[in-house]
């Protein structure tokens, strides 16, 4: 994978973690090259969800280590009841975008609306990267 020359680097998650990045796991993998972090809720093949808590606490330590934190939210809208999360909180497949100004979010139109073989999407980014997507 090649954005912008970046390179994944993965975090090891399991059942313990819902298949989801914890600040704590963040920290320790944050090196000074990293930029961000990268997360799907819901998230596929595996269905997992972040609460809208869990979005928050990652965005903060996201905040902390002066990085960005982006959302994959592809499938929101295509969960079929909500649930309680593990910190006691209902999830019915919050946005990324109620946890602040500064959090990328891709979306599609693609999966919600069944448009098989479409791939039409779009994002909500930080304003002050609004030129660089532009260009």
Not at 15 to 27: G, S, Y
Not at 53 to 59: C, N, T
């Amino acid at each position: 994978m090649r954005v912008y020359e970046g390179r994944p680097q993965h975090i090891p998650v399991g059942p313990e973690t819902n298949f989801q990045p914890t600040p704590a796991l963040l920290r320790q993998h944050w090196n000074a090259r990293t930029a961000g972090l990268l997360v799907a809720s819901p998230a596929n093949p595996t269905g997992t969800l972040l609460t809208l808590a869990e979005i928050k606490a990652l965005a903060e330590t996201c905040r902390e280590l002066e990085g960005h934190f982006l959302v994959d939210e592809i499938y929101h809208g295509l969960t079929y009841a909500p649930k309680e999360g593990p910190l006691g909180d209902e999830i019915d497949a919050p946005t990324a975008c109620a946890a602040g100004d500064d959090i990328w979010v891709i979306n599609s139109f693609s999966k919600y609306f069944q448009m098989t073989g479409w791939r039409l999407g779009w994002m909500v980014i930080p304003e002050a990267y609004q030129r660089d997507i532009e260009s």
